[in-house]
Protein backbone atom coordinates (compact mmCIF):
# COMPACT_ATOMS: atom_id res chain seq x y z
CA UNK A 1 0.00 0.00 0.00
CA UNK A 2 2.98 2.35 0.87
CA UNK A 3 4.98 1.97 -2.15
CA UNK A 4 1.45 2.25 -4.15
CA UNK A 5 0.90 5.84 -2.61
CA UNK A 6 4.49 6.63 -3.39
CA UNK A 7 3.78 5.94 -6.82
CA UNK A 8 0.78 8.14 -7.24
CA UNK A 9 2.55 11.11 -5.29
CA UNK A 10 5.52 10.80 -7.55
CA UNK A 11 3.10 10.63 -10.74
CA UNK A 12 1.46 13.58 -9.32
CA UNK A 13 4.56 15.44 -8.91
CA UNK A 14 5.70 14.96 -11.90
CA UNK A 15 1.77 16.13 -13.34
CA UNK A 16 1.32 19.30 -11.21
CA UNK A 17 4.37 21.68 -12.19
CA UNK A 18 3.82 20.58 -15.88
CA UNK A 19 -0.12 19.64 -17.15
CA UNK A 20 -0.34 16.45 -18.97
CA UNK A 21 0.38 18.04 -22.55
CA UNK A 22 3.68 18.73 -20.86
CA UNK A 23 4.19 15.10 -19.04
CA UNK A 24 3.32 13.29 -22.45
CA UNK A 25 5.59 15.58 -24.57
CA UNK A 26 8.68 14.50 -21.69
CA UNK A 27 7.12 10.75 -22.34
CA UNK A 28 7.55 10.82 -25.84
CA UNK A 29 11.27 12.40 -25.55
CA UNK A 30 12.55 9.69 -23.76
CA UNK A 31 11.22 6.91 -26.17
CA UNK A 32 12.62 8.81 -28.95
CA UNK A 33 16.01 9.12 -26.66
CA UNK A 34 16.04 5.09 -25.96
CA UNK A 35 15.44 4.95 -29.93
CA UNK A 36 18.33 7.28 -30.24
CA UNK A 37 20.96 4.94 -27.77
CA UNK A 38 19.39 2.00 -29.14
CA UNK A 39 20.28 2.68 -32.93
CA UNK A 40 23.52 3.89 -31.55
CA UNK A 41 25.02 0.97 -29.92
CA UNK A 42 23.73 -1.05 -33.22
CA UNK A 43 25.86 1.66 -34.91
CA UNK A 44 28.68 0.14 -32.79
CA UNK A 45 28.68 -3.42 -34.25
CA UNK A 46 30.92 -1.80 -37.35
CA UNK A 47 34.15 -1.25 -35.14
CA UNK A 48 34.13 -4.94 -34.11
CA UNK A 49 37.36 -6.33 -35.36
CA UNK A 50 37.91 -3.19 -36.88
CA UNK A 51 42.11 -3.17 -35.65
CA UNK A 52 42.75 -6.46 -35.52
CA UNK A 53 45.87 -7.60 -34.80
CA UNK A 54 47.30 -3.60 -34.27
CA UNK A 55 48.27 -2.82 -30.99
CA UNK A 56 47.09 0.31 -28.86
CA UNK A 57 48.13 2.73 -25.85
CA UNK A 58 45.20 3.83 -23.44
CA UNK A 59 46.48 6.74 -22.13
CA UNK A 60 45.47 7.42 -18.39
CA UNK A 61 45.62 10.77 -16.17
CA UNK A 62 47.82 9.72 -13.48
CA UNK A 63 50.74 11.47 -12.23
CA UNK A 64 53.45 8.92 -13.14
CA UNK A 65 52.80 9.97 -17.20
CA UNK A 66 54.88 13.42 -16.64
CA UNK A 67 58.38 11.27 -16.77
CA UNK A 68 56.89 9.82 -20.03
CA UNK A 69 58.11 11.33 -23.76
CA UNK A 70 54.27 10.95 -24.77
CA UNK A 71 55.58 12.64 -27.95
CA UNK A 72 57.33 9.36 -28.82
CA UNK A 73 53.26 7.88 -28.97
CA UNK A 74 53.08 9.90 -32.37
CA UNK A 75 51.70 7.41 -35.14
CA UNK A 76 50.55 5.12 -32.30
CA UNK A 77 46.89 4.18 -32.02
CA UNK A 78 46.02 5.70 -28.54
CA UNK A 79 42.72 5.95 -26.39
CA UNK A 80 42.68 8.78 -23.83
CA UNK A 81 40.39 9.56 -21.03
CA UNK A 82 38.25 12.11 -19.62
CA UNK A 83 40.66 15.67 -19.49
CA UNK A 84 43.10 13.05 -21.26
CA UNK A 85 43.34 16.35 -24.03
CA UNK A 86 45.29 18.19 -21.41
CA UNK A 87 48.11 16.21 -21.56
CA UNK A 88 51.38 17.87 -22.74
CA UNK A 89 52.40 16.91 -26.44
CA UNK A 90 48.62 15.98 -27.15
CA UNK A 91 48.82 18.24 -29.71
CA UNK A 92 51.81 15.75 -31.27
CA UNK A 93 49.89 12.65 -30.85
CA UNK A 94 46.17 13.11 -30.92
CA UNK A 95 44.71 10.36 -29.94
CA UNK A 96 42.02 8.13 -31.94
CA UNK A 97 39.76 7.10 -29.64
CA UNK A 98 38.56 9.34 -26.52
CA UNK A 99 36.44 8.04 -23.36
CA UNK A 100 34.07 9.72 -20.39
CA UNK A 101 32.36 7.24 -18.23
CA UNK A 102 29.29 7.81 -16.49
CA UNK A 103 29.51 11.18 -15.27
CA UNK A 104 28.02 11.85 -11.46
CA UNK A 105 26.25 15.08 -11.14
CA UNK A 106 26.50 17.23 -7.76
CA UNK A 107 29.52 19.73 -7.69
CA UNK A 108 29.56 19.01 -11.49
CA UNK A 109 25.94 20.50 -12.84
CA UNK A 110 24.55 20.08 -16.12
CA UNK A 111 26.00 23.73 -17.16
CA UNK A 112 29.49 22.33 -15.91
CA UNK A 113 29.02 19.49 -17.86
CA UNK A 114 28.15 21.38 -21.48
CA UNK A 115 31.15 23.71 -20.41
CA UNK A 116 33.48 20.61 -20.12
CA UNK A 117 31.94 18.97 -23.15
CA UNK A 118 32.59 22.18 -25.40
CA UNK A 119 36.52 22.05 -23.73
CA UNK A 120 36.89 18.49 -24.65
CA UNK A 121 35.16 19.30 -28.68
CA UNK A 122 37.89 22.17 -28.81
CA UNK A 123 41.10 19.94 -28.10
CA UNK A 124 40.35 16.65 -29.19
CA UNK A 125 41.15 17.03 -33.37
CA UNK A 126 39.29 14.15 -35.00
CA UNK A 127 39.25 11.85 -32.30
CA UNK A 128 36.25 9.53 -32.21
CA UNK A 129 34.18 10.14 -28.94
CA UNK A 130 32.36 7.70 -26.61
CA UNK A 131 29.90 8.56 -24.00
CA UNK A 132 27.86 6.93 -21.66
CA UNK A 133 23.92 6.74 -22.50
CA UNK A 134 23.22 8.96 -19.66
CA UNK A 135 24.82 11.71 -21.32
CA UNK A 136 23.13 11.47 -25.42
CA UNK A 137 20.20 13.49 -23.76
CA UNK A 138 22.73 16.46 -22.74
CA UNK A 139 24.35 16.40 -25.87
CA UNK A 140 21.21 16.52 -28.26
CA UNK A 141 19.99 19.01 -26.50
CA UNK A 142 22.76 21.41 -26.13
CA UNK A 143 23.70 20.12 -30.30
CA UNK A 144 27.11 19.28 -28.66
CA UNK A 145 30.29 17.72 -30.51
CA UNK A 146 29.10 19.01 -33.92
CA UNK A 147 31.05 17.12 -36.85
CA UNK A 148 32.29 14.45 -34.30
CA UNK A 149 31.76 10.49 -34.40
CA UNK A 150 30.12 10.06 -30.82
CA UNK A 151 29.84 6.58 -29.59
CA UNK A 152 27.69 5.48 -26.53
CA UNK A 153 27.89 2.75 -24.12
CA UNK A 154 25.20 1.76 -22.11
CA UNK A 155 26.68 1.04 -19.11
CA UNK A 156 24.60 -1.40 -16.64
CA UNK A 157 25.65 -4.47 -15.19
CA UNK A 158 27.96 -5.51 -13.04
CA UNK A 159 31.73 -7.72 -13.74
CA UNK A 160 30.52 -9.63 -10.85
CA UNK A 161 27.61 -10.98 -12.50
CA UNK A 162 29.46 -11.63 -16.03
CA UNK A 163 31.15 -15.34 -15.39
CA UNK A 164 31.78 -15.17 -19.32
CA UNK A 165 35.13 -14.71 -20.68
CA UNK A 166 33.58 -13.73 -23.81
CA UNK A 167 34.80 -10.17 -25.42
CA UNK A 168 32.07 -7.75 -24.16
CA UNK A 169 29.96 -6.79 -27.27
CA UNK A 170 29.79 -2.62 -26.89
CA UNK A 171 26.68 -2.52 -29.26
CA UNK A 172 25.02 -4.26 -26.55
CA UNK A 173 24.69 -3.34 -22.29
CA UNK A 174 27.70 -3.57 -20.90
CA UNK A 175 29.63 -3.36 -17.33
CA UNK A 176 29.61 -0.67 -15.57
CA UNK A 177 33.52 0.91 -14.06
CA UNK A 178 35.09 2.31 -11.39
CA UNK A 179 37.46 3.72 -13.79
CA UNK A 180 37.26 5.20 -16.99
CA UNK A 181 40.58 3.18 -18.25
CA UNK A 182 37.94 -0.18 -17.70
CA UNK A 183 35.87 1.56 -20.22
CA UNK A 184 38.48 1.76 -22.58
CA UNK A 185 40.04 -2.28 -21.92
CA UNK A 186 36.60 -3.20 -23.42
CA UNK A 187 36.54 -0.79 -26.21
CA UNK A 188 40.11 -1.42 -27.06
CA UNK A 189 38.78 -5.46 -27.14
CA UNK A 190 36.09 -5.32 -29.23
CA UNK A 191 37.92 -3.13 -31.82
CA UNK A 192 40.42 -5.58 -31.98
CA UNK A 193 43.15 -4.49 -30.59
CA UNK A 194 45.73 -7.44 -29.97
CA UNK A 195 48.34 -5.15 -27.60
CA UNK A 196 46.94 -3.03 -25.58
CA UNK A 197 49.73 -0.92 -23.26
CA UNK A 198 48.68 0.80 -20.15
CA UNK A 199 50.35 4.46 -19.20
CA UNK A 200 49.33 6.87 -16.39
CA UNK A 201 46.97 4.08 -14.78
CA UNK A 202 48.56 4.51 -11.12
CA UNK A 203 45.14 3.85 -9.09
CA UNK A 204 47.55 4.27 -5.68
CA UNK A 205 45.25 6.93 -3.58
CA UNK A 206 45.01 4.25 -1.37
CA UNK A 207 48.44 4.29 -0.56
CA UNK A 208 49.12 7.75 -1.37
CA UNK A 209 46.32 9.29 0.22
CA UNK A 210 46.16 12.20 -2.24
CA UNK A 211 44.81 12.18 -5.47
CA UNK A 212 46.72 14.05 -8.28
CA UNK A 213 46.64 14.52 -12.11
CA UNK A 214 49.32 14.83 -14.84
CA UNK A 215 48.07 18.40 -15.86
CA UNK A 216 46.11 21.08 -14.48
CA UNK A 217 42.61 20.82 -15.07
CA UNK A 218 40.77 23.65 -16.67
CA UNK A 219 36.44 23.48 -16.48
CA UNK A 220 36.39 20.19 -13.91
CA UNK A 221 38.95 21.96 -11.52
CA UNK A 222 37.22 21.41 -8.38
CA UNK A 223 34.57 19.57 -9.28
CA UNK A 224 35.08 15.93 -8.03
CA UNK A 225 33.47 15.75 -4.76
CA UNK A 226 35.70 12.87 -4.13
CA UNK A 227 38.70 14.83 -3.69
CA UNK A 228 39.39 18.07 -1.21
CA UNK A 229 40.86 21.09 -2.07
CA UNK A 230 44.21 19.69 -1.12
CA UNK A 231 43.86 16.71 -3.15
CA UNK A 232 43.35 14.25 -0.16
CA UNK A 233 40.37 12.25 -0.43
CA UNK A 234 37.12 13.12 1.06
CA UNK A 235 36.50 9.01 1.91
CA UNK A 236 37.45 6.92 4.41
CA UNK A 237 39.57 3.92 4.66
CA UNK A 238 36.85 1.72 4.26
CA UNK A 239 35.24 3.51 1.85
CA UNK A 240 38.55 3.92 -0.05
CA UNK A 241 39.16 -0.17 0.13
CA UNK A 242 35.88 -1.59 -0.66
CA UNK A 243 36.01 1.11 -4.10
CA UNK A 244 39.62 -0.57 -4.47
CA UNK A 245 38.34 -4.22 -4.45
CA UNK A 246 35.56 -3.44 -6.82
CA UNK A 247 38.09 -1.93 -9.49
CA UNK A 248 40.65 -4.53 -9.15
CA UNK A 249 37.91 -7.12 -9.71
CA UNK A 250 36.82 -5.27 -12.66
CA UNK A 251 40.47 -5.42 -13.85
CA UNK A 252 40.76 -9.04 -13.06
CA UNK A 253 37.61 -9.85 -15.14
CA UNK A 254 38.92 -7.95 -18.26
CA UNK A 255 42.31 -9.61 -17.52
CA UNK A 256 40.27 -13.28 -17.65
CA UNK A 257 38.98 -12.03 -20.66
CA UNK A 258 42.08 -11.08 -22.63
CA UNK A 259 43.51 -14.56 -21.86
CA UNK A 260 41.15 -16.37 -23.22
CA UNK A 261 40.94 -14.75 -26.37
CA UNK A 262 44.91 -13.96 -27.01
CA UNK A 263 44.80 -10.42 -26.32
CA UNK A 264 48.01 -9.20 -24.57
CA UNK A 265 47.45 -6.39 -21.91
CA UNK A 266 50.46 -4.35 -20.30
CA UNK A 267 51.21 -2.30 -17.70
CA UNK A 268 54.01 0.46 -18.63
CA UNK A 269 53.22 3.01 -16.30
CA UNK A 270 56.10 4.39 -14.07
CA UNK A 271 54.63 2.95 -10.89
CA UNK A 272 51.30 3.20 -9.23
CA UNK A 273 49.41 0.19 -7.60
CA UNK A 274 48.02 -1.59 -10.54
CA UNK A 275 49.52 -5.27 -10.56
CA UNK A 276 46.80 -7.28 -12.98
CA UNK A 277 48.78 -6.97 -16.17
CA UNK A 278 52.78 -7.77 -17.21
CA UNK A 279 54.16 -5.07 -16.39
CA UNK A 280 57.12 -3.96 -19.55
CA UNK A 281 59.26 -0.19 -19.33
CA UNK A 282 57.53 2.38 -21.69
CA UNK A 283 60.71 3.17 -23.94
CA UNK A 284 60.47 -0.47 -24.62
CA UNK A 285 58.06 -0.25 -27.17
CA UNK A 286 60.24 2.27 -29.06
CA UNK A 287 63.50 0.07 -29.45
CA UNK A 288 64.68 -1.30 -32.41
Known amino acids: MAAALRKILTFGSMLLPYGVHELKRRLKNRHKLSADVARSLAENRQLAGLRAGQRCFILGNGPSVKGLDLSRLQGENVITVSNGYLHSDFDKFQSRYHCVPQITYGLMTSEDVVRWFEEMHSHLGGAELFLSSTEAELVRKHNLFSGRTVRYLMLGESFDERPSVEIVDISKPVPRVDSVPVMALMIAMYLGFKEI ?54 YRAIANIARANDIRIFNSTPGGALDEFERRPFQAWFEE
Open 197 to 250: ILLGVDHDRFLSATYEYAFDLKVQKGKDFTVNADGTPTTNRHDDFQQAARLWRQ
